[in-house]
């Protein structure tokens, strides 16, 4: 029996090997090309991961109980901590066991804040397409035409083992659990469905989508999760073009005051899930 060739990757349709035209799979109930567009930003519904806080009721359970925010975060970083073996084990501890901890949502937090294309970055974008189906546009270079050195390199990195040792999906499903829980509970960021956020860029030409930044109204796609500030003077030391952009809370994965660290909140750092943003853009501002 004989099989017909291999299709040549230049006779394949547009659509395979344009990223600009994938989704994959979502999980929260929301198509990943509405998820990421202007009209669901304008008008927000609620997204939950499938699953997630019905397979750890207890700890929901646990922060409906909390009378203040800073109770609820000592009650998930507890659960988290315990859940996943998060505590530093002792010197004499097996080698697994010295490596697991390693592999936590904050070290992984960390490495962003670091860099957020190495191979923490990857993680998380990687996260954002399996969860919410959105796929990333750049790590280290463009991710255009599939399949290509840059798509190569951020396909090794999202699946490096430094993170993957455990279960760090599942901890960064509850991590988005928490901030919305959080948002809702205590209004960390006030009662409304929109924060107003500011990004810093210099690479902002290659983002737009419609309009022109000399306009200062227009709309671009930014990556699958980005960094935003709640601060404008914080953002405007971060590139030449700084942009406004309204926010729904519902897309946001970390804010200032939902965890007790320091690892990002120097820069009062917001992550969100991208996608197309209509922006107010200035220039050396």
Same mark, same amino acid.
């Given at each position: 029996?004989?099989?017909?060739?291999?299709?040549?990757?230049?006779?394949?349709?547009?659509?395979?090997?344009?990223?600009?035209?994938?989704?994959?799979?979502?999980?929260?109930?929301?198509?990943?090309?509405?998820?990421?567009?202007?009209?669901?930003?304008?008008?927000?519904?609620?997204?939950?991961?499938?699953?997630?806080?019905?397979?750890?009721?207890?700890?929901?359970?646990?922060?409906?109980?909390?009378?203040?925010?800073?109770?609820?975060?000592?009650?998930?970083?507890?659960?988290?901590?315990?859940?996943?073996?998060?505590?530093?084990?002792?010197?004499?501890?097996?080698?697994?066991?010295?490596?697991?901890?390693?592999?936590?949502?904050?070290?992984?937090?960390?490495?962003?804040?670091?860099?957020?294309?190495?191979?923490?970055?990857?993680?998380?974008?990687?996260?954002?397409?399996?969860?919410?189906?959105?796929?990333?546009?750049?790590?280290?270079?463009?991710?255009?035409?599939?399949?290509?050195?840059?798509? +190569?390199?951020?396909?090794?990195?999202?699946?490096?083992?430094?993170?993957?040792?455990?279960?760090?999906? !599942?901890?960064?499903?509850?991590?988005?659990?928490?901030?919305?829980?959080?948002?809702?509970?205590?209004?960390?960021?006030?009662?409304?469905?929109?924060?107003?956020?500011?990004?810093?860029?210099?690479?902002?030409?290659?983002?737009? +989508?419609?309009?022109?930044?000399?306009?200062?109204?227009?709309?671009?796609?930014?990556?699958?999760?980005?960094?935003?500030?709640?601060?404008?003077?914080?953002?405007?030391?971060?590139?030449?073009?700084?942009?406004?952009?309204?926010?729904?809370?519902?897309?946001?994965?970390?804010?200032?005051?939902?965890?007790?660290?320091?690892?990002? !909140?120097?820069?009062?750092? +917001?992550?969100?899930?991208?996608?197309?943003?209509?922006?107010?853009?200035?220039?050396?501002?």
């Amino acid at each position: 029996m004989s099989f017909p060739p291999a299709p040549v990757l230049d006779d394949l349709p547009a659509g395979e090997t344009d990223p600009a035209r994938w989704y994959a799979t979502s999980l929260v109930g929301v198509p990943a090309p509405l998820l990421g567009s202007l009209e669901f930003n304008a008008h927000p519904r609620r997204l939950r991961i499938a699953g997630t806080r019905a397979s750890s009721a207890g700890l929901f359970s646990l922060l409906d109980r909390c009378g203040d925010a800073a109770e609820a975060r000592d009650v998930f970083e507890h659960y988290l901590e315990l859940a996943f073996g998060l505590a530093k084990p002792a010197a004499r501890a097996a080698p697994s066991e010295l490596r697991r901890w390693k592999a936590s949502y904050l070290k992984l937090l960390q490495g962003w804040g670091m860099d957020a294309n190495g191979p923490a970055g990857a993680v998380l974008k990687g996260w954002v397409e399996s969860r919410f189906g959105l796929v990333p546009t750049f790590h280290k270079a463009p991710l255009r035409r599939f399949p290509s050195p840059a798509w +190569v390199g951020y396909l090794e990195e999202k699946a490096t083992s430094r993170y993957h040792s455990n279960n760090i999906h !599942q901890q960064l499903d509850l991590l988005f659990e928490f901030c919305q829980w959080m948002l809702a509970r205590f209004g960390l960021l006030g009662c409304g469905t929109h924060v107003q956020l500011w990004r810093g860029s210099s690479r902002c030409e290659e983002q737009v +989508v419609r309009g022109s930044l000399r306009e200062r109204r227009c709309t671009v796609r930014l990556n699958n999760i980005v960094s935003f500030s709640l601060s404008r003077e914080t953002a405007d030391c971060f590139g030449d073009w700084l942009l406004q952009a309204r926010a729904p809370l519902v897309k946001l994965l970390l804010v200032p005051g939902l965890l007790d660290t320091r690892s990002l !909140q120097g820069e009062a750092e +917001v992550l969100a899930l991208g996608g197309d943003y209509e922006v107010e853009a200035s220039y050396g501002c």
